[in-house]
């Protein structure tokens, strides 16, 4: 829970840097912290999500096997292009607080434009991956961060 705790941290700091709420932590096998970051488009590049980073950095810095053995913490579930390169490098387990099913409904509910990609839950992305989520408290702090950057936007 502390790395989802953290994650919900990394959110509010992407926040209150005009980016989305959204921040990701990667941790390996033996439960250290390898990498965080979180959403950085608000430079204009829509591709700049925290676990698309991760997925990058992991490749360059993790063998398959500590790949394989890790665990990725991540305040929303991933989008389609995070999942795949997250697929694609052979990463573990993930665990997030919000579902994209949640963000959805949120956006909707704020009368925020929908993401412009179909909101695919990972496992349709990456078969067999173990996923798990939403947890309640988070996903509520999270509901809250994306309120806040819609009133921000406005
Ligand atoms: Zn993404």
Not at 91 to 118: D, F, H
Request: charged residues 20%; glycine residues 8%.
């Amino acid at each position: 829970m502390k790395h989802l705790d953290r994650c919900v941290e990394l959110a509010t700091n992407a926040l209150e840097t005009g980016n989305p709420p959204f921040g990701s932590v990667l941790v390996d096998e033996k439960g250290a912290v390898r990498y965080e970051g979180h959403n950085l488009v608000a430079d204009g590049d829509d591709t700049q999500h925290p676990e698309f980073a991760i997925a990058r950095w992991a490749a360059a810095n993790m063998t398959p096997d500590e790949r394989a053995a890790s665990t990725v913490y991540t305040s929303g579930e991933h989008c389609p292009m995070c999942a795949a390169a997250h697929g694609w490098v052979g990463l573990g387990r993930i665990v997030y607080a919000s579902s994209s099913e949640q963000l959805v409904a949120w956006l909707e509910e704020m009368r925020a434009p929908a993401p412009p990609i179909a909101t695919l839950p990972i496992n349709t992305v990456v078969p067999g991956l173990r996923v798990e989520g939403p947890f309640a408290a988070q996903a509520e702090a999270i509901r809250k961060l994306h309120k806040q950057h819609q009133e921000n936007r406005e």
